[in-house]
């Protein structure tokens, strides 16, 4: 059964939460116009958030409230000082479309809504949610290796447990409800952004529509080869049952390439996804920062200076990965305003440039754009930092190293998931970048160039190929600062120059991580911002497409305008996953292997329903109060990253010594196989030493299960004078420490 009361009240809450941060939005995003409200979710939540992270250290409860007063008075202060009621009127439809998105995902998640961790991150993702629930300060206690605080970002779980406290939701139902609330603000978000650049050119309701799509629906180009290929043996029927919703997020060999509907339908409450609303309203806010003349400097001071690197730092906190990312569109946006970045307080740079004389270097250096740029994203950069202090004092996390020149992507695999965003950008900057050339002889120019660099550079094609893109999209934004340019472009260039640098970055250089072969994570974490940046710039230009045709002014068959034509392909293209992929999930056949006959928010039924005599053990063990320190099975290395293993912790957040070898990717290796190696001695060794070792780790539970007699045999614990059985059914026994009694 669906909680209806449950899911109301929180839904009510976060349309409360946006509307008060849709007041805050309509200030510093003036210039978005009524697509500002559009970002009031994502600016309440980094406002509470942004609060308690600091006032939690002290106190969750007091930061929350003191996160809560802010926003309020915040909102107060805005609606004073601004004329805010026709924006505010025109920009309702935000909320209607979060209601919408919001309904959408949870109706999905509720026929598989189960934080099972055979199918993805969701034992570590649970975890950090109830571990955040369970806590009354941060940093809270890292489930998987009991008396330490987290080794990982954990902003978007904290923020997440901060509305089921708000509502006094248990996790097993936040769960759920978070990753309908995170999915809808992301789409009303990409929303927002694309309609107010795409207003620009009189497009904005199109591009706004378009951003929905491209975010919240779209897929790569996988699927639909999928398809075609399927019809050429079967009919129509057939082929659509035979798309598993799985496959296109692995396009790449070795690599994963998810998409948000992808992501948000598997299901993790994961950081890069938690993390995406707010990138897109930091980005928002240095679009309004793009569209500002050099004469309101101390507006644009405060948004470059003020509040992007608080966002920013918050977004460090939820996704470490999102940090490098946004100072990288920090530097283009700043580089490419057409007020120079000079204005912001650099103004003694020219002045100090030696150089005369008239060459286009000379010109560059003394212009000092660059050298302004530069500086003033290293500021952000420092202040972003100290915003996220409290979080790096403890972050831990070693034996991570830069390499570089990992394995290349094949060509075919990366247009099958950049393909639908290359479509509308490749033709819409070439056109601009040579406006006396037709469409067609371009297209051929393009064709014929990738064709060659695939057959003589093999390996190094896709290289070599969006490394042209990237050359393409650098010079295009620079004609568009002339006043005097043909077919001008505005910030959907930069954004696509961003998104098109960083798939050219990850084919060179990789974070090398303890826990990761090659440069799966940093291909893996990069891509889910390359899909956003080029999602809301193509979203642009498929507005202006449909709006105006003042798109990429594609050739006319017949007198018939093909650009409507592009996007219904388009469309059809990359909507076919979505039909797909929500008729497997509700059909109960397969995959999702977790579905249910009663559709159900409850993260934790699947469970009870499987494991019912270790549920009702871990139930118990929920019920304590605070974190008492558990003693389990660790992870052993041996067993699969997804495996039922490490239960009590992961679905209680009551810390255990030693949890699942995923531990090892957050903080020193060694010192978790230390702890691993103590665990085994605390079950297998002499009663001297384990009562030593319980003694140091403060154990105050032993849970003996089944993953416990698999690997321990012999449970010793029956008889030892220091523990006593508190709970005990078929298959656990959980017994209590008196740590008064312990010897050695």
Known sequence: MIPIDAVVGWLVVCLVLGLAGGLIALGPLASLGHYAPAFGLPAALFVVGSVALWIGHLSITAGLVAGLAVLVVAAVVTARRTDWRDRFRAGLPAYGLFVLAFVCLLTLRAFDPAADPASGEKFLDFGLLRAHIRATALPAED?????????????????????????????????????????ATLVTAAYGLAGAIGQRWDAGRAAALAGVFFVGIASNLSPV????????????????????????????????????LFAYLNGDLHAHMLAAPFSLLAVACLYAYFETDAGKRRYRQGVVFGIVPAIAGFVTVTNGWSLPILLGVVWLTLYFAPASPVSLGFDRLRESVPLSGDAPVVRFVRDGRALATTLATGVVALLAVGWSLPFWSVSATTGLSIAFFPTRSPLGSLLLVHGPFLAVLVPYLLVRLTPDTEVRTSAGIVVGAVAIVNYLLSGFAGVVVFAMLVLVAWFVPQRGRRSDADAPVGYEGVLALAGFGLIVLVELVYLNEPTRIGRVNTFFETYAAVWLLLAVAAAVVVGRLLSDGDGPSLPRIGGVDLGPILVAILVLSTGVYGVAAVVEWTDGDGEPHNSVDDPTLDALSFATERYPDRMAAITWLDNQSGTPALLTAPGSGIDPDYYWVNAPSSLTGVPTVAGRAREVGFRDPDAYWRRVDDVDVMFEGSRSDRHRLLDRYGVRYVY????????????????????????????????????????Y
């Open 225 to 260: 080869v999928r398809l075609l290929s399927a019809l050429v043996d079967g009919s129509l029927t057939s082929a659509l049952a035979g798309l598993d919703y799985w496959p296109a997020s692995r396009v790449v060999p070795g690599m994963i390439t998810e998409f948000p």
């Open 704 to 743: 003996y299960g089944p993953e416990e007699r698999r690997r321990y045999g012999t449970d010793r614990f029956d008889d030892d004078p220091a523990t006593e059985p508190v709970f005990e059914n078929d298959a656990v026994t959980i017994y209590r420490v008196n740590r008064s009694t312990l010897r």
């Open 143 to 183: 489930m998987w290796f009991a008396g330490e605080p987290f080794s990982y970002y954990y902003g978007g779980q904290f923020t997440a447990s901060l509305l089921a406290r708000l509502t006094g939701t248990p996790a097993r139902l936040a769960y759920n409800l978070s990753l309908a609330t995170f999915y």
